[in-house]
């Protein structure tokens, strides 16, 4: 059989195919489609393999699959590139005769084909990749949430291989391993854009004023209860930067706003702040409190001397702003007043020429 005629009785049973009753259903539906969708990228996969065609073949196999599927939008040649890849990512996935078992089993059903192509090219790492998929499923985060999430590199942030807390020692395993997952080391601040000399309080200030972008750097779960909480020990009154509440967890979730380096005071005063929470604020049905000290850098040798044999859970995490750029090149950046000159300095000239420009009419 001749290279035509080969592709030619391949591109019948193709189409065929994909108008079964078996693979076909209605293309708009999001698991059938990805279905058919790494049907075609396998085939392709399968002949190229088989016949030595190059990527020629794709060029034309999407101009007879529109051809012959006109109202179907997905068959572009950028499209078949990456229903190949698809294919070629996760070829464990099988194609029999208990499709609709495949589909509600497998999380890459699950998520929108736009959810896989940015994944496909952002994300080399399959463990990372089947890691992305899962947490858009369980977040429901949508495709621009997702590229938010792989650009702060919350992959690599929360399996970090050393993460400074006591959790395990002070949490039972499965919620231990839960408050593990929900901790990140950096937190990504970028969004609040504050200058280098930001007080504690104008950073908790900005993150409240952001709650929106805060909440979702934060992840899934975290309800925001109020900032400046107060609570008292003995005579004397002390106020919680933030409180959230964990819905997963069914914890309060203390944190702790640093601006300088981690100091071991720091963890003997959030564990008094916790001992409190629990005893006046936390329900029976609550697991314990957990608080979380957010710092501008840390030793972690030093965090974890100063977090044992403490009772209550803590966790010790870096957080990075806008500003924490290399010194060669944020001295090259204006500041803060110079900005504000500058704009002044603007708004003057244009009155000028405004002025200028009436005089002559």
Not at 28 to 36: G, K, S
Request: some cysteine.
């Amino acid at each position: 059989m001749t290279p035509n005629k080969q592709y030619k009785s391949w591109l019948a049973e193709l189409k065929q195919n994909i108008s079964t009753v078996r693979l076909q259903t209605s293309l708009q539906v999001n698991a059938n489609m990805l279905m058919v969708y790494w049907y075609v990228g396998k085939q392709i996969l399968e002949k190229q393999e088989v016949h030595g065609w190059g990527s020629g073949v794709i060029k034309q196999l999407a101009v007879d699959l529109r051809k012959s599927f006109p109202d179907t939008k997905g068959f572009s040649e950028r499209n078949l590139v990456y229903m190949r890849q698809f294919a070629a990512e996760y070829s464990n996935v099988l194609i029999t005769q208990t499709v609709s078992a495949q589909i509600q089993s497998s999380s890459l059903f699950k998520i929108s084909w736009s959810h896989h192509t940015l994944l496909l090219d952002k994300i080399e790492d399959l463990e990372a990749r089947l890691w992305y998929i899962e947490q858009s499923i369980q977040n429901g985060w949508s495709v621009r949430v997702l590229d938010y999430q792989i650009s702060t590199h919350l992959y690599q942030r929360q399996h970090k291989k050393k993460k400074t807390t006591n959790f395990h020692l002070t949490l039972p395993k499965e919620q231990s391993d839960l408050a593990s997952q929900i901790l990140n080391d950096p937190y990504n601040f970028e969004f609040l854009q504050i200058g280098q000399d930001v007080s504690e309080r104008e950073l908790e200030t900005q993150l409240t004023n952001h709650i929106q972008q805060f909440l979702l750097e934060l992840g899934a779960g975290f309800a925001y209860v109020g900032r400046q909480f107060k609570l008292k020990l003995g005579r004397k009154e002390y106020f919680l930067d933030l409180l959230f509440y964990h819905l997963h967890l069914r914890s309060f979730i203390v944190i702790e706003l640093k601006m300088g380096e981690f100091e071991p005071e720091f963890a003997g005063k959030m564990n008094a702040y916790l001992n409190t929470l629990n005893k006046d604020y936390k329900n029976a049905s609550d697991n314990p409190s957990i608080g979380i000290i957010l710092c501008n850098s840390k030793d972690e040798v030093e965090v974890e001397y100063a977090l044992q044999g403490l009772p209550h859970p803590i966790g010790v995490s870096q957080y990075k702003t806008m500003h924490s750029l290399p010194k060669n090149l944020r001295d090259k950046l204006p500041s803060v007043k110079q900005l504000k000159d500058a704009v002044k300095e603007f708004n003057q000239l244009q009155k000028k020429h405004l002025a200028k420009a009436k005089s002559k009419r």
